[in-house]
């Protein structure tokens, strides 16, 4: 069935370092949504891209949609400690109203 | 943004109990309600999608009577885990949507399982 690739699993970096966390679809997405969970903690929800080819920018954090809107990305430039965490996707499922999580990237950061 | 309580954070009880781990939402009317479970360093996979006033749809391969589910209000859904065993130790998140089917989501804290 359809679903949500998300890659890298992990990505390690050295502080100041520019990192990108990837989501893909086989079929065309309706929305997609950024979430960040720090270790321990719950998922907060960063953003969602609605338009095909959109780019949307949070200080250091750029999200786009692709232009045939099966694919998103997340890049963060000069990484940060703070940044450290595990970044998820979560798009519609194809013909559901239900959404679900891509599998996540986990950044850690060496600083 | 909204706000989601959950509670307990951490749980340990012993095999063979139930534990009740409540969702509320504190400043707006939540009429369905999300429960996830977290394996460490994994995905956050929907057990079962709460509706106020009505019977939960769980999720394929997630048994409804073992993971009991109530959203007897707008602001409340609890979930409770009967008769757990040590493979039910997990983490337990509720979240709540913000507004249409595929609005943004607003997690709890997330409760913490550990059946001994």
């Known amino acids: 069935g359809q679903q949500v690739m998300q890659i890298p699993q992990y990505q390690h970096v050295q502080e100041g370092e520019d990192f990108t966390t990837y989501c893909n679809s086989s079929t065309t997405l309706s929305n997609i949504q950024w979430y960040k969970q720090r270790p321990g903690g719950h998922p907060v929800f960063l953003i969602q891209l609605v338009k095909s080819g959109e780019v949307k920018k949070q200080k250091r954090l750029t999200f786009q949609f692709g232009e045939a809107k099966k694919n998103s990305s997340l890049h963060i430039t000069a990484t940060q400690t703070t940044d450290v965490g595990t970044y998820f996707c979560?798009?519609?499922?194809?013909?559901?109203?239900?959404?679900?999580f891509g599998q996540g990237t986990r950044l850690t950061i060496n600083p | 943004g909204a706000v989601v309580s959950q509670h307990p954070s951490r749980v340990i009880c012993k095999s063979g109990t139930s534990v009740k781990i409540e969702c509320r939402s504190l400043?707006?009317?939540?009429?369905?309600m999300f429960w996830y479970r977290q394996f460490p360093k994994q995905s956050l996979m929907l057990m079962a999608t709460?509706?106020?006033?009505?019977?939960?749809?769980?999720e394929q391969g997630v048994e409804k009577d073992k993971f009991l589910i109530n959203h007897a209000s707008l602001t409340l859904s609890t979930l409770t885990v009967t008769s757990a065993h040590p493979e039910d130790s997990s983490f337990y998140i509720c979240?709540?949507?913000?507004?249409?089917?595929?609005?943004?989501?607003?997690f709890g804290e997330g409760s913490r399982l550990t059946v001994l």
């Open positions: 979240s709540a949507r913000g507004g249409g089917w595929a609005g943004e989501l607003f």
């Open positions: 400043d707006f009317q939540a009429t369905t």
């Open positions: 979560r798009a519609p499922i194809q013909g559901a109203q239900k959404l679900v």
């Open positions: 709460s509706n106020e006033g009505s019977k939960a749809t769980y």
